[in-house]
């Protein structure tokens, strides 16, 4: 299996301020990287796929970079409704794997 | 727009196997263009993917639960299902059904899920 490695595990921040989150694999996964955010109670929403495409209706102020094993996820000025848990996942190959999520706190 | 819906017991004995089935409306699961998925999440703990089913049935586990797993597909109904046998504690997770699509036949993601439904392992 790939594993897939978060950091932070949580983050205090401000409305306004820019937040970076990063995932590492195990192993080279090219830009088979997906981005994840999940509020509490509810399923999990697509945000970022293929490493740096912004799933259609998702503000731009998120962004994914990165290839091979070092991939990222910046928003640029957080608001309100981002506070959440986000999480990467690796669909290079089966059995896919998420990180362990980030937490993302006022 | 395609919706899916988890169904099955929120409470299994110990030793029992777990049938989940989903429900998909407003769309076909046959359209053959996605995989269908399903994925777990204890509580306050990450995502564990279970595995998945195409159209035509053919099926990937997740080595982990492959013994204990199987994922079938109802095309005249629309739906497709989880059993789980010999369930445990470490089973207890809310369980969400998934669409795994790709834009361009490459890159795959989970674009649709359910809901979500906990299933608590406990006599």
């Not at chain 1, 996964?29 to 509490?40: A, E, G, T």
């Amino acid at each position: 299996d790939i594993q897939m490695t978060q950091s932070p595990s949580s983050l205090s921040a401000s409305v306004g301020d820019r937040v970076t989150i990063t995932c590492r694999a195990g192993q080279t996964i090219s830009s088979y990287l997906n981005w994840y955010q999940q509020k509490l109670g509810k399923a999990p929403k697509v945000l970022i796929y293929a490493a740096s495409t912004l799933q259609s209706g998702v503000p731009s102020r998120f962004s994914g970079s990165g290839s091979g094993t070092d991939f990222t996820l910046t928003i640029s000025s957080l608001q309100p409704e981002d506070f959440a848990t986000y999480f990467c996942q690796q669909s290079y190959s089966a059995p896919y794997t998420f990180g362990q999520g980030t937490k993302l706190e006022i | 727009q395609v919706q899916l819906q988890e169904s099955g017991p929120g409470l299994v004995k110990p030793s029992q196997t777990l049938s989940l089935t989903c429900t998909v409306s407003g769309g076909s699961i046959s359209s053959g263009i996605y995989y269908w998925t399903w994925i777990r999440q204890p509580a306050g703990k990450g995502l564990e993917w279970i595995g998945r089913i195409y159209a035509t049935g053919s099926t990937n586990y997740n080595p982990s639960l492959k013994s204990r797993v199987t994922i079938s597909v109802d095309a005249s109904k629309n739906q497709f299902s989880l059993n789980l046998s010999s369930m445990t504690a470490a089973d207890t997770a809310v369980y969400y059904c998934a669409r795994e699509g790709s834009i361009v036949g490459t890159y795959w993601y989970f674009d649709l899920w359910g809901r979500g439904t906990l299933v608590t392992v406990s006599s």
